[in-house]
């Protein structure tokens, strides 16, 4: 049972560039988060999904777009890389209603230079 | 405005004390959340409660919702239970988390 997978664990991306975190969870969940944790602080939501074709801003959505075509996937795109976008990201996901245990991803480690 | 509050932010105890972390918040809730987080590890979910207690091997997780209120104790402490514990209430789509306390058990 996979859970939630995200890749890649380690990136370093130059100023400027874009990527995309990939996150798949086998679980059928409808509702996935992504989340960025900087030293000391809390998890901060980005963007999170309800279900597949809506997603929705979190806190610190500026310089990140999220898509969800299918229940399973859940990338996180990067546009023009700053050094302030260097976190570690979480994906996470967990089943609808009160009763939905919450399910992370291994995290991804992002170094912007 | 923090909208979590964990207390103590950090922690230190011998191997066998029994441990207390508390949480207050101040939004409203459907559940709420207990995460653990090693050093350099990911996040796994420990708890979720709605009302009551729990009690999984040697940690309870305890909620008062009128008082919003929420406390995990750890029981017999150990070293491998060093990591960070976190609180994060559920208000239906989000969550809220705290910043965690970090707790080191020596042996």
């Known amino acids: 049972n996979a859970g939630v997978t995200q890749t890649p664990k380690f990136r370093i991306l130059k100023i400027g560039q874009s990527m995309t975190l990939q996150c798949t969870q086998d679980?059928?969940?409808?509702?996935m988060y992504w989340y960025r944790q900087d030293p000391g602080m809390g998890l901060k939501l980005i963007y999170y999904?309800?279900?597949?074709?809506?997603?929705d801003k979190g806190e610190v959505p500026n310089g990140y777009n999220v898509s969800r075509s299918t229940t399973e996937d859940f990338p996180l795109r990067l546009e023009l890389a700053a050094p302030s976008q260097t976190s570690v990201y979480f994906c996470?996901?967990?089943?609808?209603?009160?009763?939905?245990?919450?399910?992370f991803g291994e995290g991804s480690r992002l170094t912007v230079l | 405005k923090n909208e979590v509050e964990q207390s103590p932010q950090n922690l230190t105890a011998q191997e066998g004390e029994f441990i207390t972390i508390n949480c207050s918040y101040s939004v409203g809730i459907s559940a709420l959340h207990w995460l653990q987080q090693h050093p350099g590890g990911g996040i796994v979910s420990l708890f979720m409660l709605s009302s009551g207690k729990k009690k999984h091997g040697r940690l309870i997780a305890t909620i008062n919702i009128q008082e919003k209120h929420s406390s995990l104790h750890i029981t017999a402490s150990h070293p491998r239970d060093s990591a960070v514990y976190i609180c994060a209430p559920n208000t239906g789509n989000q969550f809220y988390f705290g910043t965690g306390t970090s707790l080191t058990v020596i042996p």
């Open positions: 996470a996901s967990r089943e609808t209603g009160r009763a939905g245990e919450l399910f």
């Open positions: 679980m059928n969940h409808n509702y």
């Open positions: 999904s309800v279900g597949a074709g809506i997603t």
